[in-house]
């Protein structure tokens, strides 16, 4: 029977399918009695994996050969987007199909700092426990709509492309354009204006990954080996610099201090003043610290 899987997949003698999607990836899991499927391509990479019989595929190359390769148990297949291929198995088997959207692996390289031309490496023949497993467990979990159940999908979904990226890329090793030097120097710039024209209002480290373009989880790291500050560290360290230059330039109120810094009470101001200044708002405006601030050193 040949079949155009992308068209009349519902006509495929699929005798067991589960599936599971994160955005831009999705993973199925088949068992199919045996049949072909005609020449195609597919719009995103495609990683089969074998678990049982033999997958064999065929693909017409440039001088109008073809090349044939068997896929058996246990053996990967990657299929880069666009790729016309055709595939056909004698036996009942069991697979795994992986489809990949390009643009996750070109949105995941540009919020980690990695240079944002991604193409995969055509591979067949191999093997690769990591992404079995990862497919496995994408495929198990359950409640992929609850808060715990999401993240974790989510983790596993980014594990997968950071190993496309890392094993599969056709350039060979992706390096990070930072390293481990930090944020370029425009990126801190950036992160840097935004909290300073943000200070009265709540600063997430959400946004400020936004700002700079990046994953929470690289920037966080990244901004750190720059500033030797986590982001909520440079925040408060912004928020009290600017309450100390209040008190010692102008006579505003210290609650009206505490609004203007980004503080959500007067309370609030004080606890992390006095624990980071030794002072609170109101003696280090009285203190010599706050004379010598604006410059009165005369009066000591």
Not at 42 to 57: D, F, I, R
Not at 85 to 92: G, P, R, S
């Amino acid at each position: 029977m040949k079949v155009n899987w992308k068209i009349a997949a519902d006509e495929l003698p699929i005798l067991f399918i589960r599936q599971a999607a994160r955005p831009g990836l999705r993973v199925n899991h088949y068992r199919v009695a045996p049949g072909d499927l005609v020449e195609q391509s597919s719009s995103a990479h495609e990683l089969t994996v074998t678990l049982g019989g033999c997958l064999t595929t065929r693909k017409q190359t440039a001088v109008g050969g073809a090349q044939i390769k068997r896929g058996r148990a246990g053996n990967l297949c990657v299929t880069p987007a666009g790729e016309r291929v055709a595939a056909f198995w004698n036996e009942e088997v069991e697979c795994l199909l992986i489809d990949v959207k390009p643009e996750l692996l070109v949105q995941t390289a540009l919020e980690n700092d990695l240079p944002p031309r991604v193409e995969l490496r055509e591979t067949y023949e191999t093997s690769d426990s990591l992404i079995q497993n990862l497919a496995f467990a994408l495929l198990g979990e359950s409640n992929p709509r609850e808060a715990f159940g999401r993240l974790y999908a989510d983790a596993l979904a980014q594990a997968l492309i950071f190993h496309l990226l890392k094993s599969y890329n056709a350039d060979g090793v992706l390096v990070s354009k930072t390293s481990s030097v930090g944020l370029s120097g425009y990126r801190l710039r950036r992160v840097k204006e935004y909290v300073y024209e943000h200070l009265e209002e709540e600063i997430t480290l959400a946004e400020l990954a936004a700002v700079a373009g990046l994953s929470q989880f690289y920037f966080a790291r990244a901004f750190r080996r720059s500033t030797g500050l986590t982001p909520q560290q440079f925040v408060m360290k912004s928020r009290l610099d600017r309450a100390k230059k209040l008190l010692a330039d102008s006579d505003l109120p210290l609650v009206e201090v505490g609004i203007r810094a980004g503080f959500k009470s007067q309370s609030h101001f004080t606890t992390h003043f006095r624990r980071l200044t030794t002072h609170t708002p109101k003696t280090f405006r009285e203190s010599k610290f706050g004379k010598r601030a604006i410059g009165f050193e005369q009066f000591e």
